[in-house]
């Protein structure tokens, strides 16, 4: 369903992404992880349109993102770090709006959103206003939108974060559901190691731009002789804690944290 | 099609749903008709140029459609990364239609404020003399809110951070307004004040204004409608160029 190869990504000098290839079968749960500014961003951002590489192909379902836009946005669904809703509006009008925009004719568009937002539980809520919302229901919500055009693929950047453990462990159910019940192939990025370990099938380790470790949770544990998930990766990209800059984005994080006096996140 | 529509859609719901932010935006218009409309308006009088409230008052609508889109379009910087705009990027929908929703939306809540001051203006006492100029004046109120709509899409698809907002802010929009004629006749000005009205786009939405509505006029209708249409067509094509470069 993704197939990369030799995949690579360059900034003058700087190379974010170095020679990376990996597949995603369908249907799978596949779990990309990482330190900061190991390239993960900037692989997803290929991945979903937003970037053209520098080197190496890309395959969505069989079509090319960096050539066929179009086509290949209409096959995945994306679920962002920050959030991507319109809290002005309701979460309907925020479902009915990706609807128009992925042309989703309006009957099924109704009746989809309508089966959606049962089951991620927000349905009593739906002529609400986002910015009433709490940061675990913006999150559902957000995952409900991505999944409107019955997309193949569904990429989750750091879907749980900031979220409490009841509402993080009804995510993965209803994401694990939706994986069992529809086939949709899931794309994450996480910092949570447990959760990358209980919900992924197979796993890719990037750092410094390169894969490090693909596998099952079972492989990598065995490979390194760890006992979770969280001690073979740290096993495998070490334990330093990777300097970074503060850049315009977390700038603008910590104001967004400042004005959302309201929501959790 | 129904892209641009929607997007038209949010631009206008949200704006009809903060009624604060409406009612906000009012105070600066009114700030200056009462403080300079009538503060001035006896020595505008004793200057044989007439009633000030009369002047002034295109000025301030011309002011509040100004501002109102700039600012529409420098929303961008944030929708970008925290909003709707991120959702629009990655949908299947070329961006020119988005660019276009948004342009659109951004001007038609520009152009209702621009409505509500002219009705706080007819209570501050300024008085419409001639009705039948009225499709002009909502022409130039049209052309003006979608030329700076478009400008601040497009400082916006070049900004990454509220930074450089400030700048743009300080030492663009505001000479804008206040260099434009809107707050005072253009008849012997200084010469550099001079150059910079002329080069200033909103001068001849001020003036399209009081040529329609008080019959007053420094340019002219004919040549203020047509610098207007060449400027918004010019600002809607670079802004639509540089929205389409948009990296998240």
């Given at each position: 369903m993704i197939r990369v190869s030799n995949l690579v990504k360059r900034y003058g000098d700087f190379t974010a992404v170095n020679d990376i290839s990996f597949d995603v079968n369908e249907g799978e749960i596949f779990a990309f992880l990482g330190p900061n500014g190991a390239g993960k961003t900037t692989t997803i951002k290929i991945l979903t349109t937003l970037l053209k590489p520098t080197s190496g192909s890309v395959q969505l379902d069989g079509r090319d993102p960096s050539v066929d836009h179009n086509e290949a946005r209409k096959r995945f669904g994306i679920v962002f770090q920050d959030p991507s809703l319109d809290d002005e509006l309701t979460a309907y009008e925020n479902m009915d709006f990706h609807g128009v925009l992925y042309k989703v004719p309006r009957k099924i568009r109704r009746e989809r959103i309508e089966s959606l937002l049962k089951l991620f539980e927000l349905w009593e809520r739906r002529n609400d206003p986002v910015k009433q919302f709490s940061g675990g229901m913006k999150r559902r919500l957000e995952i409900a939108r991505g999944l409107l055009?019955?997309?193949?693929?569904?990429?989750?950047?750091?879907?749980?974060?900031?979220?409490?453990?009841?509402?993080?462990?009804?995510?993965?159910?209803?994401?694990?559901?939706?994986?069992?019940?529809?086939?949709?192939?899931v794309f994450l990025t996480t910092h949570y190691m447990e959760e990358a370990e209980r919900v992924a099938h197979r796993i890719a380790i990037i750092d410094h731009g390169k894969i490090v470790a693909q596998g099952t949770a079972q492989e990598l544990k065995t490979q390194t002789g760890a006992e979770t998930l969280e001690q073979a990766f740290l096993a495998l990209t070490g334990s330093t804690i990777r300097a970074e800059e503060g850049s315009a984005l977390d700038q603008m994080r910590t104001m967004a944290r400042m004005f959302r006096g309201r929501g959790r996140r | 099609m129904s892209a641009i529509y929607i997007l038209w859609l949010r631009q206008v719901k949200r704006y009809v749903r903060s009624k604060p932010r409406i009612i906000a935006a009012l105070g600066q218009p009114l700030l200056f008709l009462i403080a300079l409309g009538f503060g001035f308006g006896p020595i505008f009088q004793r200057a044989g140029q007439g009633n000030y409230i009369q002047f002034l008052a295109p000025g301030v609508i011309g002011m509040t459609i100004l501002f109102t889109a700039v600012f529409s379009g420098i929303e961008l910087i944030w929708d970008r990364q925290f909003g709707f705009l991120k959702e629009t990027l990655v949908a299947p929908v070329p961006r020119i239609l988005v660019m276009i929703g948004r342009t659109l939306g951004g001007a038609t809540v520009a152009l209702l404020q621009g409505v509500i001051v002219v009705a706080i203006c007819l209570i501050a006492g300024f008085r419409v003399t001639n009705f039948r100029a009225l499709p002009e004046a909502v022409l130039v109120m049209v052309l003006v809110a979608v030329m700076f709509t478009a400008l601040g899409t497009a400082i916006a698809s070049v900004l990454s951070d509220f930074q450089g907002f400030q700048l743009i802010m300080n030492f663009l929009v505001m000479p804008i307004f206040f260099l434009s004629g809107a707050l005072?006749?253009?008849?012997?000005?200084?010469?550099?004040?001079?150059?910079?009205?002329?080069?200033?786009?909103?001068?001849?939405?001020?003036?399209?204004?009081?040529?329609?509505?008080?019959g007053v006029a420094h340019f002219g209708l004919p040549l203020d409608l047509a610098v207007l249409s060449i400027i918004t067509a010019a600002l809607v094509g670079t802004g639509s160029a540089l929205f389409s470069r948009i990296q998240l």
């Amino acid at each position: 369903m993704i197939r990369v190869s030799n995949l690579v990504k360059r900034y003058g000098d700087f190379t974010a992404v170095n020679d990376i290839s990996f597949d995603v079968n369908e249907g799978e749960i596949f779990a990309f992880l990482g330190p900061n500014g190991a390239g993960k961003t900037t692989t997803i951002k290929i991945l979903t349109t937003l970037l053209k590489p520098t080197s190496g192909s890309v395959q969505l379902d069989g079509r090319d993102p960096s050539v066929d836009h179009n086509e290949a946005r209409k096959r995945f669904g994306i679920v962002f770090q920050d959030p991507s809703l319109d809290d002005e509006l309701t979460a309907y009008e925020n479902m009915d709006f990706h609807g128009v925009l992925y042309k989703v004719p309006r009957k099924i568009r109704r009746e989809r959103i309508e089966s959606l937002l049962k089951l991620f539980e927000l349905w009593e809520r739906r002529n609400d206003p986002v910015k009433q919302f709490s940061g675990g229901m913006k999150r559902r919500l957000e995952i409900a939108r991505g999944l409107l055009h019955t997309p193949k693929i569904v990429f989750l950047d750091e879907p749980t974060l900031g979220l409490d453990p009841q509402t993080r462990n009804q995510l993965w159910t209803h994401v694990k559901k939706l994986n069992e019940q529809e086939r949709v192939t899931v794309f994450l990025t996480t910092h949570y190691m447990e959760e990358a370990e209980r919900v992924a099938h197979r796993i890719a380790i990037i750092d410094h731009g390169k894969i490090v470790a693909q596998g099952t949770a079972q492989e990598l544990k065995t490979q390194t002789g760890a006992e979770t998930l969280e001690q073979a990766f740290l096993a495998l990209t070490g334990s330093t804690i990777r300097a970074e800059e503060g850049s315009a984005l977390d700038q603008m994080r910590t104001m967004a944290r400042m004005f959302r006096g309201r929501g959790r996140r | 099609m129904s892209a641009i529509y929607i997007l038209w859609l949010r631009q206008v719901k949200r704006y009809v749903r903060s009624k604060p932010r409406i009612i906000a935006a009012l105070g600066q218009p009114l700030l200056f008709l009462i403080a300079l409309g009538f503060g001035f308006g006896p020595i505008f009088q004793r200057a044989g140029q007439g009633n000030y409230i009369q002047f002034l008052a295109p000025g301030v609508i011309g002011m509040t459609i100004l501002f109102t889109a700039v600012f529409s379009g420098i929303e961008l910087i944030w929708d970008r990364q925290f909003g709707f705009l991120k959702e629009t990027l990655v949908a299947p929908v070329p961006r020119i239609l988005v660019m276009i929703g948004r342009t659109l939306g951004g001007a038609t809540v520009a152009l209702l404020q621009g409505v509500i001051v002219v009705a706080i203006c007819l209570i501050a006492g300024f008085r419409v003399t001639n009705f039948r100029a009225l499709p002009e004046a909502v022409l130039v109120m049209v052309l003006v809110a979608v030329m700076f709509t478009a400008l601040g899409t497009a400082i916006a698809s070049v900004l990454s951070d509220f930074q450089g907002f400030q700048l743009i802010m300080n030492f663009l929009v505001m000479p804008i307004f206040f260099l434009s004629g809107a707050l005072f006749p253009l008849t012997n000005l200084p010469a550099v004040l001079n150059v910079i009205a002329i080069i200033d786009p909103l001068s001849y939405g001020v003036d399209g204004l009081r040529s329609a509505l008080i019959g007053v006029a420094h340019f002219g209708l004919p040549l203020d409608l047509a610098v207007l249409s060449i400027i918004t067509a010019a600002l809607v094509g670079t802004g639509s160029a540089l929205f389409s470069r948009i990296q998240l």
